[in-house]
C-alpha cells in the first residue's frame, strides 16, 4: 500500500498569511494526487485534482504542485473560511490512501 | 444537481451486521465508480471500498476485507455497503462518492451516516 506522510499536522496561521501543506508518498504516484479540505461536522470537499488541477469553483488562491513522490498545498492568502482541515489523497493504485490531515487554525 | 442520499447507519453490537444504502441522483450512474469511506469521530478520513461502473470489479481496504461487501443496483442508482462482523473500531461515519475515471476523483460526497458498534 502507498503511505501518504503529510505535514504538519497543525499549523496557527492568520488572514493573509501564506500557508503551505506538504504530503510525501511512499513510491511515485506520478500526479495522481487530490487534495480536500473539510469543516467540522461537513463532507469533505475536493480542491485540486491530478496534482494541480483546481477543480471548477475553487478560489485561485489555492494551488497545488508536485509530481512522482513529493506535493504541496498552498494557500496564497488566507481567508477566513479557509480555516479547515486539509488532507491529501493518492488514486494512483487501490487501496486509495490519505494523508493524516493538517488542521489549520487561527492564531 | 448532483446527490448522494446514505442511509441504514445506526448502533449495533459488536459481531453484528449492518447494510448501508447509498441514492445517486443527477448524474449517469452507470457511468461512475462509487466508493465508500469513513472517519472516526475526531480521527481522519479513511477510504474504505470501491465498485466498477458496472459491478464487475471491488477492491477493499485491508481493514475491511472478508467482512464488507460493496454492491451497486445500476436499475435503481443505488449503491450499498454490507457490513458483517462488525468491531469497535469500526465506529464511524460513512459516506459514499463516486470518480469518473481520469476525471475527478471524489467530486461529491453524501452527507454522511454513522455506524457505533457498541455493546
Known amino acids: 500500500d502507498i503511505q501518504m506522510t503529510q505535514s504538519p499536522s497543525a499549523l496557527s496561521a492568520s488572514v493573509g498569511d501564506r500557508v503551505t501543506i506538504t504530503c510525501r508518498a511512499s513510491?511515485?504516484?506520478?500526479?495522481?494526487v487530490a487534495w480536500h479540505q473539510q469543516k467540522p461536522g461537513k463532507a469533505p470537499r475536493v480542491l485540486i485534482y491530478?496534482?494541480?488541477v483546481l477543480e471548477s469553483g475553487v478560489p485561485s488562491r489555492f494551488t497545488g504542485s508536485g509530481s512522482g513522490t513529493e506535493f504541496t498545498l498552498t494557500i496564497s492568502s488566507l481567508q477566513p473560511d479557509d480555516f479547515a482541515t486539509y488532507y491529501c489523497?493518492?488514486?494512483?493504485?487501490?487501496?486509495?490512501?490519505f494523508g493524516q490531515g493538517t488542521k489549520v487554525d487561527i492564531k | 444537481q448532483v446527490q448522494l442520499v446514505e442511509s441504514g447507519g445506526g448502533v449495533v453490537q459488536p459481531g453484528g451486521s449492518l447494510r448501508l444504502s447509498c441514492a445517486a441522483s443527477?448524474?449517469?450512474?452507470?457511468?461512475?465508480?462509487l466508493h465508500w469511506l469513513r472517519q472516526a469521530p475526531g480521527k481522519g478520513l479513511e477510504w474504505v471500498a470501491f465498485?466498477?461502473?458496472?459491478?464487475?470489479?471491488?477492491y477493499y481496504a485491508d481493514s475491511v476485507k472478508g467482512r464488507f461487501t460493496i454492491s451497486r443496483d445500476n436499475s435503481k442508482n443505488t449503491l450499498f455497503l454490507q457490513m458483517d462482523s462488525l468491531r469497535a473500531e469500526d465506529t464511524a461515519v460513512y459516506y459514499c462518492?463516486?470518480?469518473?475515471?481520469?476525471?475527478?476523483?471524489?467530486?461529491?460526497w453524501g452527507q454522511g451516516t454513522l455506524v457505533t458498534v457498541s455493546s
Open positions: 465498485i466498477s461502473f458496472d459491478g464487475s470489479d471491488n
Open positions: 513510491r511515485n504516484i506520478a500526479s495522481w
Open positions: 491530478k496534482a494541480s
Open positions: 489523497q493518492q488514486y494512483n493504485s487501490y487501496p486509495w490512501t
Open positions: 443527477g448524474f449517469t450512474f452507470n457511468s461512475y465508480t
Open positions: 462518492s463516486r470518480y469518473l475515471i481520469r476525471g475527478v476523483p471524489l467530486d461529491y
